[in-house]
């Protein structure tokens, strides 16, 4: 009865062995050649099928690299929620990146390179009325005569090793994984107005970041990628010296934060070159 039931259980092995290997040469998926059935322990051991997803390509060993990315998001008073407690209210701020870079694939779907980066951002509010007369009957008040004027511009200058893994076998789109290590200086301009009369200060601030930023890519040309790419944080460190109207240095500060969320400013759209020819590998590849 044992020998019948180990038959009969190696025959319906086998059956869906090959119903598997069927369906993979329909929809192109490779079956490991390995196909010897080995006996240990009293039971029946099949080789796994290989889905050969480690062998889809989505660049190759030695091809160069370069492109952009970019960013912008503005704020308005327009995007105001609280219009009903808010009047007359004047706000508003933008900030603008741009990040060339370069990279060098020393392995198929795996690339290192360096990235250079400015960033601009500026922000204002210039007053408003506050009216609680919805909740709270006979109370209300202006901020007239204070106003806030915000200005700042930031260089950085980056190492990345990014990993791509490929969605199809020809290799158009795929998703990636990327570490970054990042170091970036940036001059900021704080301006306070109070009583129609405004106090101003700045500050150097020097940051090194350690980031991890995954997101999408596709060929839209033989040799250019699109690509979209999330910043969810990492670890931080910030030294910053402070300065008054005068250029005299009036205190400095030093903080580390580990954080990883969505960053919505650093969500980029980005453009990639390959300078050779994915096609030009693959006949070389052939002979």
Not at 81 to 97: K, P, Q, T, W, Y
Not at 239 to 256: A, K, P
Not at 266 to 280: A, C, F, P
Request: with cysteine; hydrophobic share 40%; aromatic share 14%.
């Amino acid at each position: 009865m044992k020998k019948i039931f180990i038959l009969l259980t190696a025959l319906f092995v086998v059956g869906v062995s090959q119903v598997a290997e069927a369906q993979g040469i329909l929809f192109g998926v490779q079956r490991d050649t390995t196909k010897i059935n080995r006996k240990k322990g009293g039971l029946i051991q099949v080789d796994r099928i290989d889905r050969a997803i480690d062998k889809n390509v989505f660049a190759y060993k030695g091809e160069w690299i370069c492109g952009v990315t970019a960013s912008y998001g503005t704020i308005t008073s327009d995007d105001s929620d609280i219009a009903l407690v808010l009047e007359n209210l004047n706000l508003g701020g933008s900030i603008i990146s741009v990040k060339p870079y370069f990279g060098y694939f020393y392995r198929d779907n795996l690339s290192i390179g360096a990235r250079f980066g400015y960033t601009h951002t500026v922000g204002y509010f210039d007053g408003a009325n506050i009216n609680m007369g919805n909740f709270i009957e006979g109370i209300e008040f202006s901020t007239d005569g204070i106003g806030i004027d915000y200005l700042s511009n930031a260089y950085s200058f980056s190492l990345f090793h990014r990993a791509y893994v490929p969605l199809d076998r020809r290799g158009r789109f795929g998703v990636f994984g990327e570490l970054e290590l990042e170091g970036s200086y940036g001059r900021s301009k704080f301006g306070f107005m109070f009583n129609d009369v405004w106090h101003t200060s700045y500050s150097d601030n020097y940051k090194v970041r350690f980031n991890f930023n995954p997101g999408v890519a596709a060929y839209i040309f033989p040799n250019v990628c699109a690509t979209v790419s999330f910043g969810l944080g990492g670890l931080q460190y910030n030294h910053v010296r402070q300065f008054d109207s005068e250029m005299n240095m009036s205190g400095t500060r030093d903080f580390s934060k580990l954080r990883f969320r969505l960053n919505v400013t650093e969500i980029n759209i980005g453009v990639t070159v390959h300078l050779w020819s994915k096609k030009n590998e693959q006949k070389l590849r052939q002979q």
